[in-house]
């Protein structure tokens, strides 16, 4: 935006705002200004498609890093791959666990010529009252995401901030960052105010990255969403990030399919939500970023490997919906087991290799599963 258009429209918006302090573009109270021109950066090289399921990307959302390394993994004709890891990782000392494998995983994905998305998320190091994670304020986000670009720089695809909504987070004050409603708008009181100034942090300190908004966690949730987008102010983020495990679910319970007017689709509800946005938001894309198909549920329901091959097939059908979704990350590659014991959900696209054998007795370990091969082989 040219300066004397950027001038002109401070001018206009002041004139506004102390008329009407709530009006979109004006901030709240507690609510400090972030720098830049509302359009995100980064982003001039993503092209619209023309028409749904046209040119979309596969990868694989996975933060173990011997997934590359995994003799399977070439064969699965996949370049891409999305991590989550604790917002404070940047600021840990480097002999750190989590930053150990975090500096893993990348190597190893760099090593096997893969594309590395990182997702920012919950810290284990700061608790939360009732148990849940501390959700960090403005300045500390700000502090460990400034540090974060320093110690790696070459990172250009950047989540602000997994599943704001999703209860698993508090606010200093006690609210709860998944909080649709707030009824004191400042940073320190109102959830998705806070999380929407994560990606403003974010989109201000790496101008030259691709900040994707919303990471969105399951189920269909527009009161939230409308209150983050109420709370980006005048940015337009280019890039935005929905997790439709609840699409995937439903196809494997009962065989739902996304039809047009189907409310409890998250895809659906989402693209049309965004469409609703207005003009400002014509162009923004939509990656899944977290979406598997069971073959073992978290009630340790087994289902069938044609059950997981059908509903991975579903999977890759949904931006059929619209051509705004340019990106599927599928979740996950492989699951890993410790000593005694292996995680109850299975998404894995190969079959978890415990040590013993008998932690899994729905499948040979290490199999190639067909999920596998829907992937593998996809147009």
């Known amino acids: 935006m040219p ?20 009006m979109a573009g004006c901030g709240a109270a507690g609510e400090p200004e972030v720098d830049g021109d509302g359009e995100g950066g980064g982003d001039e090289d993503l092209d619209s498609t023309e028409a749904g399921a046209a040119n979309v990307a596969v990868g694989i959302s996975d933060s173990d890093p011997e997934t590359f390394t995994h003799p399977a993994w070439s064969e699965l004709n996949v370049q891409r791959a999305r991590v989550v890891v604790p917002y404070d990782v940047a600021q840990r000392p480097a002999n750190d666990a ?30 939360g009252k009732g148990g849940r994670y501390l959700a960090p304020s403005a300045k500390a986000y700000e502090s460990a995401f400034v540090a974060f670009r320093q110690t790696w720089p070459s990172i250009k695809l950047v989540g602000a901030w ?19 409603s707030c009824k004191t708008e400042t940073l320190a009181r109102c959830g998705p105010m806070l999380a929407a100034f994560y ?34 102010r005048d940015h337009r983020p280019k890039v935005w990030s929905v997790h439709p495990h609840n699409d995937a679910n439903r196809f494997q319970a009962g065989g739902h399919h996304c039809q047009k007017g189907d409310a409890k689709c998250t895809t659906r509800s989402f693209v049309r939500w965004l469409a609703g946005l207005g003009p400002g938001f014509a162009g923004a894309h939509v990656w899944l970023t977290e979406v598997g198909a069971y073959r073992r549920n978290a009630e340790g329901q087994v289902f069938s490997e044609k059950s997981q091959r059908d509903a991975v097939a579903f999977i890759l059908r949904l931006p059929q919906i619209s051509s705004r979704i340019t990106r599927i990350y599928y979740y996950n590659f492989q699951n890993a087991c410790g000593a005694k014991s292996c995680p109850m959900q299975d998404r894995g696209l190969v079959a978890p290799m415990p040590a ?24």
Request: hydrophobic share 40%; glycine share 8%.
């Open 3 to 22: 300066w004397t258009h950027r001038w002109l429209r401070a001018v206009l918006l002041a004139a506004v705002c102390t008329m009407t302090p709530s």
């Open 98 to 127: 989590r930053r150990e494998q975090f500096e893993t995983w990348l190597a190893t994905a760099q090593g096997a010529g893969v594309e590395a998305y990182v997702t920012l998320g919950p810290s284990a190091l700061h608790e």
């Open 162 to 180: 997994n599943e704001p909504n999703f209860p698993n987070s508090v606010l200093g004050s006690g609210v709860p960052l998944d909080k649709a």
């Open 199 to 232: 990606w403003r942090l974010a989109n201000k300190h790496c101008p030259d990255c691709t900040v994707v908004a919303g990471e969105f966690t399951g189920a269909p949730s527009s009161a939230y969403w409308g209150a983050y987008r109420k709370y980006l």
């Open 356 to 379: 013993d054998a008998d932690l899994v007795d729905y499948d040979k370990p290490g199999k190639k599963r067909g999920a596998f091969g829907v992937i593998r082989d996809r147009d």
